[in-house]
């Protein structure tokens, strides 16, 4: 009996209506265009607005898309994973909120925070029950709505985070095709350098906390980049060596779109040609745990079946990760 597979079947993405451009940034903050596009790449990100708006709000039409895509009922789905820090609620998970908006039912369905690497957690891990044989069909979902926990008066992460969100169905293959293999990790120490402050069961919300403007999140830019430029890049090699990968043999690179700098480093390391690198960053920003999700939706028509992909990533806590995908369809 051939080993199964869980091979991504199909792709979905959104953004909001609403640009957020550097030149509004440089009248909320002390900041201009040339300073933001230098050190990060960014020229606008997207931002959902409206009262009463969350991440399920932008979860939810990725899904609807996904399922008319794939000629699929919302009562086919097996099980629905959202990778998000942004919950619409501490409680009930988002995807049990996504489930209900889209009329999927009686499937198995969670979150899954792993910050901005949560995308590919989430998809390493509904790859496996796709693997034992337990599911047919799942959809993986990265959302976040980072306008919601990010401080418009801190010029040092306003310029970076927008809102966004993709999804992808896996379904089993026998050929071949879909995730080959997988490598996550994390270190705590992480958990002192992004954060953020209050909201949890350590420091529940109070006057004084929203007062102190400590719900938003909190980055050491310098330690972060140290740490992300190093270990987005060492895991993505180190898959390509694991699987017996040149860089000729990669097709795309689907890098976490936290900072160019980074995304530069992770190519060089692998030695893939830049025009083999997926990169929306000047379009949206850093939408966490949308950003793989995203690229794979806007270069969906130009993949081909039995193209060898490497998704890499690194997040808070910090997390990092990589997977190996090989193609399962040609647009």
Known sequence: MKAITAAIKGVSGYVPDY???????ETMVDTNDEWIVSRTGIKERRILKGEGKGTSDLATPCVIDLLKKTKL?????????????????????TATIVCDKVGIKNALSFDINAACSGFLFALGTASQFIETG????????????????????????CIIFGDGAGAVLLQPDTEGYGVKDSIMRSDGVGRNFLYQTAGGSVKPPTLETVKNREHYAYQDGKTVFKYAVTKMADVAAEIMEDNDLSSDDVAWLVPHQANLRIIDATGRRMGIDPNKVMINIEKYGNTTSGTIPLCLWE????????????????????????????????S
């Open 19 to 25: 640009v957020l451009t550097n030149a509004e940034l």
């Open 134 to 157: 337990k599911y047919k069909n799942v959809i993986v979902v990265g959302a976040d709505k980072m306008s919601a926990i990010t401080n418009y008066e801190d010029r040092a992460t």
């Open 299 to 330: 270069w969906e028509k130009k993949l081909k079946k039995g193209d060898n992909i490497i998704l890499a990533a690194f997040g808070g806590g910090f997390t990092w990760g990589s997977v190996y995908i090989k193609w399962a369809y040609d």
């Open 73 to 93: 009922k919302p009562e086919d789905i097996d099980l629905l994973i959202v990778a998000t820090v942004t919950g619409d609620h501490v409680f009930p998970a």
